[in-house]
Structures are given as C-alpha cells and as structure tokens.
Nanobody
Framework: QVQPVESGGGLVQPGGSLRLSCILP????????MGWYRQVPGKQRELVAR???????NYADSVRGRFIVSRDNAKTTVYLQMNSLKPVDTAVYYC????????WGPGTQVTVSA
C-alpha cells in the first residue's frame, strides 16, 4: 500500500534539536498541502504543522516559534526542523497529504529526556 515514510527521530535532551524527514508518494505532491502530526499513547493524533504547495505555513500553538516545516517538491519530501525541544514534545511523529490522507506510515519516535 502507498504510504508516507518518516525518519529522523531519536532521543534528544531538552533544549536540543532534531530534523525529521518524510517522503511521500508523487501523486499531487506539488499541488497539495502537507502536514506533520504527532501522537502520544492514549491521545488523538494532532496536527502540529502544515505547509501549502506555495510554501505558506501554519503551526499549532504548542510548537509555534520552535518548529519549522519545509518541503522539497523535487524530492517529494517534507521536513520538520524541531528546535528548543521539550519533554512534552515526546511523541511519534507522522506526515501526510492533508487532501489525500494516505494510510499512515510507521512514524518516527521522538523522545525528549534528560
């Protein structure tokens, strides 16, 4: 089945940074809005960042000013630069095409801990 593939997670200390990557299928990638989500056990998956085809971005209040979403249309890849990480950012991070909503990929685990 067609699905995104996320990478770049890991263990980082509070205040540290990570850069996540996600490769998506080519279908309509250049025209659709892409999003980064995160989920912790027992809670719903939440959208934390989105980027339109034209490069306009939007962030959840909890990450605004710390996270930066970007995309490379030639590589059908979206990125999430995460700075000033906090323990509350610990989650599995996923990406998806907001219009097509593929089956969810495996996600990438981000753990922020001293």
């Amino acid at each position: 089945q067609v699905q995104p593939v996320e990478s770049g997670g890991g263990l980082v200390q509070p205040g540290g940074s990570l850069r996540l990557s996600c490769i998506l299928p080519e279908n309509f990638f250049n025209t659709n809005t892409m999003g980064w989500y995160r989920q912790v056990p027992g809670k719903q998956r939440e959208l934390v960042a989105r980027i339109t085809a034209g490069g306009s971005t939007n962030y959840a209040d909890s990450v605004r000013g710390r996270f930066i979403v970007s995309r490379d249309n030639a590589k059908t890849t979206v990125y999430l630069q995460m700075n000033s990480l906090k323990p509350v950012d610990t989650a599995v991070y996923y990406c998806n095409d907001l219009a097509l909503m593929y089956f969810w990929g495996p996600g990438t685990q981000v753990t922020v801990s001293a």
